[in-house]
T-cell receptor, first 112, second 112 residues
């Protein structure tokens, strides 16, 4: 099976802009989670979608949003970008909620 | 909410030395999962432990799940430079919409 894919792999934006990141899960996986990773901060959970519904949400401001489509593909959006949003954004898919996470390569976002 | 703590945060060893990282949960876990993230890479699933007191081995890696299912450890015998990376443990929350809670990870560096 093909692994989790994320696009784009790298992105440079300026403060105030918005960005949309895309994630295609492993075929058959219905759960998609998003994480933010910054140096020294570990994996910060953003949200998890299952069957097009947001099932869990982390402690991030409303500028961070996401959605999942009927084919399980997911997107996350960050509006009004801030410098502190610079990070590696990882998407992970799993067959079920709380199950083993299979991570994609991530999108490296730089906000200038 | 449920917390998963990992210690140490950093560990530097000489090649050939042993290494252990510990994971402690504030609540009983149905299972514990371990992931490894190489520098510049993304987290990769290593193993899942389910039973109380379970011990599993993968070559030089030994994983243990505590009797109370609230703690776990990963021990690497005779470290090699290929072991470099950050090791994360994770456990699912209980009740309602399960999600995986990750520890902050232990970053291992190996001096050749």
């Amino acid at each position: 099976k093909a692994g989790v894919t994320q696009t784009p792999r790298y992105l440079i934006k300026t403060r105030g802009q918005q960005v949309t990141l895309s994630c295609s899960p492993i075929s058959g996986h219905r759960s998609v989670s998003w994480y933010q990773q910054t140096p020294g901060q570990g994996l910060q959970f953003l949200f998890e979608y299952f069957s097009e519904t947001q099932r869990n949400k982390g402690n991030f401001p409303g500028r961070f949003s996401g959605r999942q489509f009927s084919n399980s593909r997911s997107e996350m959006n960050v509006s009004t970008l801030e410098l502190g949003d610079s990070a590696l954004y990882l998407c992970a898919s799993s067959p079920r909620l709380g199950d083993t996470q299979y991570f994609g390569p991530g999108t490296r976002l730089t906000v200038l | 909410g449920q917390q998963v703590m990992q210690i140490p945060q950093y560990q530097h060893v000489q090649e050939g030395e042993d290494f252990t990282t510990y994971c402690n949960s504030s609540t009983t876990l149905s299972n514990i999962q371990w992931y490894k993230q190489r520098p510049g890479g993304h987290p990769v699933f290593l193993i899942q432990l389910v039973k109380s007191g379970e011990v599993k081995k993968q070559k030089r890696l030994t994983f243990q799940f505590g009797e109370a299912k609230k703690n776990s450890s990963l021990h690497i015998t005779a470290t090699q430079t290929t072991d470099v990376g950050t090791y994360f443990c994770a456990g699912p929350t209980q009740g309602g919409s399960e999600k995986l809670v990750f520890g902050k990870g232990t970053k291992l560096t190996v001096n050749p």
